[in-house]
């Protein structure tokens, strides 16, 4: 696990990186912040900072992190879904990975309604992928002024450019403030300008901050520098009277070392763990006001998965863990039933993910288990109290969709290093695969090539393993970040912390529950 | 018999009375200015008077308030303490004919000892030594020194090594005198190299030992210590018998201190001056006499005089002077909120404290904040426990001299017993090397900021699952980078052991320092074993409009400039107009915020300005405090 915990610290440095030494060199020479010193100088000292989606854009063409940092942090005591864009890639050009970021961003500012605060620097789109990201891309303001409708408020500090679409960022955010002398605001720059219109024009008259503090009023503020910017963006927020009332209970740190989170997953996945010694390094542990750590649901029912009550950082959550891989038809009944206590009682779920799916074979299908699985999801997909899920190991076929994966909108999605995920096991769907051809090649007499048949295995098997593995999940956004498991329980506590800013009401409408 | 006694007086010496005077069961009343109300010593008493006013002469100084408060308040006895009025006959005797007991003594003597030329002259007759050179001085006299009589400060001061020099040095000093003071007045004295103010403490003409205070800076006493070290029996019993001599010369009453300058090469000494009144410094001589001066005083006021003397000292004791002021800056006083003021009371430690945690040190009166005194059986033992007290007190929000009294207590030549007045200067202070004391500082605040947290109180301070930068704190305006996280706080070359918002453990090269942090709103202050160190939090953000040089006038709109009516250089009343400005046909006038100087204009009529631009500076007109 260590050697992956590098791993994951060097992907990470990529993000970090940015557009690499000689753009930040020139970027700091310029007197500018990068965007992650604009995050730090932007939230409350000392406190957390949840970078969301950092891996985004791994493994394509596109720089790791995808030209913009998107997460939360407490602004003058005010949980915000903060974006900066990252002028030392590529100018802060928005490629398809960024605007996927971006939508993530949002749909995270939305459910747990925070308010947003751009810190904005960008080229506008990378022109040659233009087709990926301009129709789709025009959701990003369609999304800042539905929020804005649904009182989150959402704050543009401009830090240079925001030209033609990216205009509409401060143009559809509720405040907006603007660098002088960097920020650069305008629709059409002086060559689009002189050729639309024969106008001479420059880019201070378009679109400097100073004008659009003046003239356009489109800038709500004029900061003299970025510090100055960002302290105003503070202001705001802390005007934006949300003070959250009421702190949560009393509380003590887990009974058992979140340490030995390291040594719990074994190497190979096939090996099963016991969810109870992560469960005791993740939650809250016994004191006054918690009697027990972990009141297990239905422990010597379906004893696959464990279910039960317990509580994070204070914050009441039910719990959902895979204990032996397998989901039979019991483990789908109890799931089903434990997620409606849930809504019952308006608590949070957690989901803790090992699982290689539903049980296959005849036994088990003559038992129902497609019936008993399509009910663990129908619970699942009409559940309506926030949902967080950690894949910790195995997360394949129709299990990661009743362990309330990606497809579900859970609130959160944070993997563990040790994590798969696919349809199918790699060696499993290469198997499945030569079986298929071999009865194909049966079917028409041709001899099987058992030689090519070795060859495609093994491609097979490494291609999905490959795409199997975290940071691919990541990159393509299938989480919202890889971490190390010892920080399970602060990613958790800073997640349900956020969910807090909206109240938990649990639904009695589910689906048809197929009996 | 003494009822109800007032204390004339302020701070830690009223303090003391009001000690022994409970311990007595006399009744206590404190007078205080506006500036001292919030003191402890007002506290203290059982009733207290207000002087109205600030300076020494509309308080303290005040014959007819201080004997009104008396009267309103039912006091039948008044104790000067020292300085004030404690040496002005004419008060004593306005209090005796108010029909009130005098702690003190006679009108007369007071002014029988006041006049420097008349208790010269009475001391001389008693036959004790005084300092002043024969009318025709010998070889043995030598060195000699001449001075001129309206002289300060070392001016018009000539030192005299051989006979034939001293017509030649007196004409030029005199001449000298002549051009700088315009009184050639001068005389000549025995010039002493290296001096000890020696002093021998009397209640009436009985003898209480005697104390030496020789380290002194600017002419004040800093350090003072019983016995004084290394006087050999001849000299001592001779000093002793001198100090009884004046004390009879004048049937002196009551508790005074006859000063004598020691010269030790030579084991001669001269009679300088006599305190008529309670030192500063007796609490040392109350250490190794097991006596309480105020309590005799107190006795002898009453007529209550018993026979009794002093005996033979009981160890060794030394006094510090804790005073507010600035040692780098020439010891400047200093004022300001003592946010702190902790001296640990350990065994053999005495602190006589005019003010506590909390308390406002102004710029009306003497800056000293306390006295500490340390009693033990040997002088080195005394020097060694009084260092560690002063090292480990805690001192916050004004600058002190604590530092230099430690260094001196612990320098070898003090030591070593020698003692002088040429000592204190050449007695270098340690620099005080701050090592962790700002990453201490920047954890502390770290903290402090986690326990006011509103939202997401447990997670660790300063997390990030993507880390990119330190945290940093500025202090000084300087950076401290430190790390927080999982597994705590780290920082660059040491182990952070334990953080909380008062306390910073840690750990370099296998050695663990903890260092006290208090965190106030601008500033932080650091104690740990190597010293104290305070740091103003610089904010992370500064409003540019708070920037501008103060006292400068802004543009409120865009507009012209249609008149200007000063000049740079010119002096302004508050609100005199500066400049009117014309803007949207309306006529603004912009006025001084403040009496000044203008120092700059940066406009002239018919100018353009921008909103927000500088149009004119101001520099205050700050009045000196006295």
Known sequence: MLEKLESLDAEHAKAVAGGGEKYVDRHHARGKLLPRERIELLVDPGSAFLELSPLAGWGSDFAVGASVVTGIGVIEGVECLITANDPTVKGGASNPWTVKKGFRAAQIAEENGLPTVSLVESGGADLPTQKEIFIPGGKAFRDLTRASARKQPTIALVFGNSTAGGAYIPGMSDYTVMVREQAKVFLGGPPLVKMATGEESDDESLGGAEMHARTSGLADHLAEDEHDAIRIGRRIVARLNRERRGLTPAYTEPDADPDGLLDLVPADLKEPFDPRDVIARVVDGVSRDNAVAFDEFKPLYGSSLVTGWARIHGHPVGILANAQGVLFSEEAQKATQFIQLANQVDTPLLFLHNTTGYMVGADYEQGGIIKHGAMMINAVSNSTVPHLSVIMGASYGAGNYGMNGRAFDPRFLFTWPSAKSAVMGPAQLAGVLSIVARAAAEAKGQDYDEEGDAGMRAYVEQMVEEASLPYALSGMLYDDGVIDPRDTRTVLGICLSVIANKPVVGTDRFGVFRM | ?626
């Open chain 2, 1 to 626: 018999m003494i009822r109800r006694l007032m204390v004339a007086n302020r701070g830690e010496i009223a303090s003391r009375v009001f000690r022994t005077c409970r311990a007595l069961g006399i009744e206590t009343v404190a007078v205080h200015s506006d500036a001292d109300a919030d003191l402890p010593y007002v506290r203290e008493a059982d009733l207290a008077v207000r002087l109205p006013g600030n300076t020494p002469a509309e308080t303290y100084l005040d014959v007819a308030l201080l004997l009104d408060a008396a009267r309103r308040t039912g006091a039948d006895a008044i104790h000067p303490g020292y300085g004030f009025l404690s040496e002005n006959a004419g008060f004593a005797a306005a209090v005796e004919d108010a029909g009130l007991t005098w702690v003190g003594p006679t009108p007369a003597s007071i002014e029988a000892m006041g006049s420097k030329v008349e208790a010269k002259r009475i001391m001389r007759e008693a036959g004790v030594p005084v300092l002043e050179a024969p009318a025709q001085p010998t070889e043995s006299d030598l060195p000699l020194i001449v001075k001129a009589s309206a002289g300060g400060g070392g001016r018009g001061m000539r030192i005299v090594r051989s006979l034939d020099a001293l017509d030649r040095e007196v004409a030029a000093a005199r001449a000298e005198a002549e051009s700088a003071f315009g009184d050639g007045t001068v005389f000549v004295e025995p010039y002493v190299e290296h001096g000890r103010h020696v002093e021998v403490q009397v209640v009436g003409s009985s003898v209480y030992g005697d104390r030496d205070c020789s380290l002194q800076r600017r002419h004040q006493k800093v350090v003072e210590e019983a016995p004084a070290p290394g006087l050999d029996d001849a000299v001592r019993t001779a000093m002793h018998d001198a100090a009884r001599a004046a004390a009879e010369a004048i049937d002196y009453r009551g508790a005074g201190t006859v000063e004598f300058l020691l010269d030790p090469a030579t084991r001669r000494f001269w009679f300088l001056e006599m305190n008529t009144r309670l030192q500063v410094e007796h609490p040392v001589t109350e250490a190794v006499q097991g006596v309480d001066l105020v309590e005799l005083q107190l006795r002898v006021a009453e007529s209550d005089w018993f026979m009794g003397w002093g005996g033979e000292p009981d160890g060794h004791a030394i006094e510090v002077r804790l005073y507010a002021e600035d040692p780098a800056a020439d010891h400047a006083p200093q004022s300001g909120v003592l946010t702190r003021f902790e001296i640990p009371a350990e065994d053999g430690v005495r602190i006589d404290a005019g003010y506590e945690s909390g308390s406002e040190v102004s710029t009306f009166y003497d800056a000293m904040l306390a006295k500490v005194v340390a009693h033990a059986p040997t002088r080195t033992a005394a020097a060694r426990r009084l260092a560690g007290v002063l090292s480990r007190a805690t001192i916050h929000g004004v600058p002190t001299n604590r530092d230099q009294l430690v260094a001196i207590l612990r320098d070898p030549r003090f030591l070593a017993g020698e003692v002088s007045t040429a000592l204190l200067p050449e007695v270098q202070v340690p620099p005080l090397d701050p090592a962790w004391a700002p990453v201490a500082a920047a954890l502390a605040i770290a903290e402090h900021d986690a326990a006011l947290r509103t939202v997401q109180r447990g997670i660790p301070v300063g997390w990030r699952n993507v880390t990119s930068q330190p945290q940093l704190t500025l202090l000084d305006d300087q950076p401290v980078a430190w790390w927080g996280g999982r597994d705590g706080y780290r920082v660059d070359g040491a182990t952070v052991v334990a953080a909380s918002p008062t306390a910073v453990t840690l750990e370099v090269d296998g050695v663990r320092t903890t260092y006290a942090v208090v965190v106030g709103d601008g500033a932080v202050d650091v104690d740990w074993p190597g010293g104290h160190a305070a740091y103003a939090r610089t904010p992370r953000f500064t409003d540019p409009a708070d920037a501008v040089a103060s006292g400068s006038l802004l543009a409120p709109m865009p507009g012209t400039v249609t008149a200007v009516h000063v000049a740079a250089g010119d002096e302004v009343a508050a609100g005199q107009p500066v400049l009117v400005l014309e803007a949207m046909k309306m006529q603004h006038t912009v006025a001084a915020p403040t009496a000044g100087t203008v120092t700059e204009i940066g406009v002239e009529t018919g100018a353009q300005v921008a909103a927000g631009e500088v149009l004119a500076v101001v520099a205050e007109t700050v009045e000196e405090e006295q």
